[in-house]
């Protein structure tokens, strides 16, 4: 056979593989059934290839090619156009044909003449004669539709993202382009997007059919939940009451349905005919490697039309499209749309590099829909270096499925790396050092504020893995089964439910994950992921980091963390496999310097310092302070800026970094200037000034020392210092070298104020003065003198100089993990002035009011000769206790707290009698001398 007989022969079988009839001219017979498809029908400009009829009327044409004129295919359009012009012999009407074909063996190209600047597009195989009767019985094609019916987008209830988003899309589609991305960071709300998107395509667009294509099961249920609860801002009924969707979990596609749920890998088997097990859907396919072996490839399955589906939403459009599952979308001819909040050059490449919206997750932090984050790093040793085994050790051997132990020698040296473990090896003292550094990290350094675990997420290896881990979280925190729990597709309890229970409710604290929750998946009140794992992939480590960004309110974050106080402001990122150094992430950390107090950022960028990190780096603080501040610390901040709201001093700096705005205004300067120039021809000069430009005009409110001030004191208010720390076993944990800086100079500058201000404040007198006039020290005294030292520009608290002190002479600290009581200040002093001695120690107040009670106790009962009794010594503890936390005692405090709960003065006159006051004197110089 000629390659032309060849050709004709492969097209035959398609056409009636798509359900036409092909008759040649000699054996016509229109009546034969819907769509008819007659060979060599004479027309006035000679015989065209394949004349389409559907119910008797002529509609369309095919021009046939050998397979070797495929690389020319378009070459062919003109000739295919002049076949539907033609005058066909026996037709009346004398308007051109509608559809138009060109095709080879293997390649089919399509053209619909009522679509606006018809465009020919390749398709994976005829359509069926029914979609095209459809299509002429619509007054409008598809694409008219969308380029001319969509109306103006209802803006209510829709972030600026998701309106640039919608109207993107749209415009995209308008113009027929094929293939369109949106970028949005995650907790932007893609999926409210996307529905939104879905809603209007199906009311105004006149769309048949939408595919949402999901990366897991969990994740398709997910999206159905949000397509349920989704409503219309021009219609109060529900989405699911006015379109049918169907989660597919069949090979059946409801033909009623306008919106499919499903899984690439499910959407792959009903075409290939491949049968699928649901638990391939469970796991995400950014951990299944790619190989080479293609499967079974996909070939037309005429249950399933290539028109079937309009639009493909790909949710997350991962690696995984561009291999083997590349072929469902390859099959329907659809527009394809793309959602991700981690594009690479893969994905740009694959949309034909059409970005219809961009919304960082840079953006997200400024604009408050998503929070920063900081990273905190833990190393042991084994995780660093790994270990060795000696042959002949007598260990537990353990079957990975099973996990079923034997106890017996080692046969030979085992070396094992950090990589290995918990495959080949498991070492429990490393799963037990990382979760007890984790613990005394977020109760005493991240958050030490906390009654409570925050909700933690810690991201493991395998489920082995997960199983070891939860069982060291228990034993490390001593808590039951409840507080840690497994979140993966093979825990044993219904993953779901789970899952429902770490979002909404107070236990778990803690879930261990391998896959299920790497992706998409939101906890909203997760403020702490633990990574055990390492990751390859860049756009899934971002994922995995995602669901720690949302956002969340102060009310719905207390509802399961009790002792949260106000909004989510960040979560931090615990690194305990050095995964934030081993790739180079899409996203960074914003706080590029942690160490640096923010009154130094400010100060620099007024002096002038407008480098990146320093830049990022106060926006940062500034977007997470506005989250953390009243309404009335907000309003002065905007007062002394000239009345700009604190969050929009941070945006402003992060949106003047922005590299296509600098580059903008550079070529705006340029323009300006008389100057021709592209994105290409700019000069680095040319660009460093445009950013020098934007970054000074975002810098120049903190110019005022009056706003550099009110922030500052504001964020001593509310922020604390997180310091990064390198653990091994825990022997170390510690601040920063600018840290100790800061320390040093708070300690210095209380000092000198001591020695400056000893004649002026009556606390400090009396501290200057001889030991027996210190019977003088009250309570007031001390409050004054508190007053004085924290206020601006000292801004010295007591928290502020013990945690000080703390960082400096450590070894002489006591209690520096306490809360600080007002009276605390008097040791402080003491501490400061050298009264302690060379050795002394700074210890909180009460309990050096403690030491000397028993020694003044113990030599009181020695000079009596007879020891106070059990009642006398209980109410001198409560006379203790009140010193301890005021200072001194005297008669009217007895009408305060416990004291007057025990009977007040008139008891205790009845159990000292005269004795009452002298021992109150006593008291009042031995406990506070």
């Known amino acids: 056979m000629t390659p032309e007989i060849k050709a004709r022969e492969r097209i035959d079988q398609k056409l009636q593989q798509a359900g036409w009839i092909i008759q040649d001219m000699a054996a016509l017979n229109l009546g034969a059934g819907v769509g008819v498809i007659v060979r060599e029908y004479p027309t006035d400009t000679g015989p065209a290839d394949y004349v389409m009829f559907v119910n008797r009327q002529a509609v369309g044409v095919i021009e046939a090619k050998r397979d070797s004129a495929a690389e020319n295919i378009t070459a062919v359009e003109q000739q295919t156009e002049r076949y539907a012009s033609?005058?066909?012999?026996?037709?009346?009407?004398?308007?051109?044909?509608r559809f138009l074909f060109e095709a080879t063996g293997q390649i089919i190209r399509f053209t619909d003449n009522a679509d606006p600047a018809p465009r020919s597009r390749e398709i994976f195989h005829f359509f069926p004669p029914q979609t095209l009767a459809e299509w002429l019985a619509q007054p409008n094609t598809l694409r008219r539709r969308l380029a001319e019916a969509m109306p103006a987008l209802p803006e209510r209830n829709l972030r600026?993202?998701?309106?640039?988003?919608?109207?993107?899309?749209?415009?995209?589609?308008?113009?027929?382009?094929?293939?369109?991305?949106?970028?949005?960071?995650?907790?932007?709300?893609?999926t409210f997007t996307a529905i939104t998107s879905v809603y209007r395509l199906l009311k105004f667009g006149g769309a048949k059919r939408i595919l949402f294509l999901v990366d897991t099961r969990n994740l398709g249920k997910q999206a159905h939940q949000e397509f349920m609860a989704y409503t219309p801002p021009d219609d109060g009924r529900k989405f699911t009451e006015l379109y049918n969707v169907q989660r597919l979990a069949s090979p059946h596609i409801d033909p009623h349905a306008q919106v499919c749920i499903s899984t690439i890998q499910r959407m792959y088997s009903i075409l290939s005919g491949?049968?699928?097990?649901?638990?391939?859907?469970?796991?995400?396919?950014?951990?299944?490697?790619?190989?080479?072996?293609?499967?079974?490839?996909?070939r037309y399955n005429p249950a399933v039309a290539v028109d079937t589906f309009d639009l493909i939403i790909i949710d997350e459009c991962h690696r995984s499209i561009y291999n083997l599952w590349k072929q469902v979308l390859d099959y329907f001819d659809a527009f394809l749309i793309g959602l991700t909040a981690t594009p690479d050059n893969r994905t740009f490449g694959f949309f034909n590099e059409n970005i219809v919206a961009e919304y960082t997750y840079e953006q997200s932090v400024a604009d408050?829909?998503?929070?920063?984050?900081?990273?905190?790093?833990?190393?042991?040793?084994?995780?660093?270096?790994?270990?060795?085994?000696?042959?002949?050790?007598?260990?537990?051997?353990?079957?990975?499925a099973t996990r079923k132990k034997r106890w017996a020698e080692t046969e030979a040296d085992t070396i094992y790396t950090g990589k290995e473990l918990d495959r080949s090896v498991v070492n429990p003292s490393q799963i037990r050092q990382v979760i007890q550094a984790m613990k005394n990290a977020v109760e005493t350094q991240i958050f030490p504020a906390r009654k409570e675990t925050p909700k933690t997420l810690i991201f493991a290896k395998t489920d082995s893995h997960a199983d070891d881990i939860i069982n060291m979280v228990r034993e490390v925190y001593g808590q039951g089964n409840a507080f840690c729990k497994k979140v993966t597709y093979r825990a044993e309890e219904d993953a779901d439910s789970i899952l429902s229970s770490f979002r909404n409710d107070y236990y778990p604290r803690i879930a261990v994950t391998v896959d299920m929750i790497a992706t998409g998946t939101d906890v909203k009140p997760l403020e702490v992921l633990l990574f055990m794992r390492d990751v390859r992939s860049k756009g899934y480590y971002e994922q995995m980091k995602g669901r720690g960004v949302r956002s969340l309110d102060g009310e719905s974050l207390k509802r399961v963390s009790n002792s949260a106080e106000g909004a989510k402001t960040r979560f931090v990122l615990i690194d305990a496999v050095g995964v934030e150094k081993s790739l180079k992430t899409e996203s960074r950390p914003l706080e590029k310097k942690p160490g640096v107090a923010l009154k130094d950022l400010l100060q620099g960028v007024a002096l002038g310092h407008r480098d990146d990190d320093t830049v990022l780096s106060l926006a940062n603080r500034l977007v997470r302070l506005a989250k953390q501040l009243d309404d009335k610390a907000q309003a002065r901040i905007e007062k002394a800026s000239g009345g700009i709201p604190i969050a929009e001093l941070g945006k402003s700096l992060i949106v003047a970094l922005n590299p296509d705005a600098i580059v903008q205004t550079a070529l705006n300067t340029a323009h300006a200037q008389g100057i021709t120039r592209s994105e290409e021809t700019l000069l680095p000069e040319e660009i460093e000034a445009a950013r020098a430009t934007r970054v000074a005009a975002a810098c120049a409110p903190f110019d005022k020392p009056e706003l550099r001030e009110v922030i500052d004191t504001a964020r001593r208010e509310r922020d604390q210092l997180i310091d990064h720390i390198n653990l091994d076993q825990v022997t170390f944990a510690g601040f920063s070298q600018q840290a100790e800086t800061q320390a040093h100079s708070v300690i210095?500058?209380?000092?000198?104020?001591?020695?400056?201000?000893?004649?002026?404040?009556?606390?400090?007198?009396?501290?200057?003065?001889?030991?027996?006039?210190?019977?003088?020290?009250?309570?007031?005294?001390?409050?004054?003198?508190?007053?004085?030292l924290a206020k601006p520009p000292l801004m010295l608290t007591t928290e502020r100089l013990w945690s000080a002190y703390a960082r400096v002479q450590a070894a002489q600290v006591k209690g520096a993990d306490r809360k600080r009581q007002l009276t605390d200040l008097v040791s402080l002093v003491r501490f400061a002035l050298g009264l302690e001695g060379a050795q002394g120690e700074l210890k909180p107040f009460a309990d050096e009011v403690d030491k000397r009670f028993q020694a003044w106790i113990f030599r009181h009962n020695a000079q009596r000769g007879s020891a106070f009794t059990p009642e006398q010594t209980d109410w001198l503890r409560l006379m203790k206790d009140h010193i301890a936390s005021s200072c001194s005692i005297s008669r009217d405090d007895f009408d305060y707290a416990e004291l007057a709960d025990k009977g007040g003065l008139q008891k205790a006159w009845g159990v000292f009698g005269q004795e009452l006051d002298g021992l109150m004197d006593e008291l009042n110089v031995e406990l506070v001398a």
């Open 86 to 97: 033609a005058t066909l012999k026996w037709r009346t009407e004398q308007t051109p044909l």
């Open 160 to 190: 600026d993202c998701q309106i640039s988003a919608v109207t993107g899309l749209e415009q995209s589609l308008a113009l027929n382009k094929p293939r369109a991305l949106i970028h949005m960071a995650t907790g932007a709300g893609k």
């Open 274 to 298: 491949e049968q699928i097990d649901d638990s391939a859907e469970d796991i995400s396919l950014n951990e299944i490697e790619q190989t080479t072996k293609q499967a079974k490839h996909v």
């Open 368 to 400: 408050g829909v998503n929070v920063g984050y900081d990273v905190f790093e833990i190393e042991t040793t084994i995780t660093q270096q790994g270990s060795e085994l000696k042959a002949k050790e007598w260990v537990d051997h353990r079957d990975r």
């Open 748 to 788: 210095q500058t209380f000092t000198e104020y001591l020695k400056q201000h000893k004649d002026e404040i009556a606390a400090l007198s009396f501290f200057y003065q001889q030991p027996y006039q210190r019977r003088q020290l009250t309570y007031d005294m001390i409050e004054e003198l508190h007053e004085h």
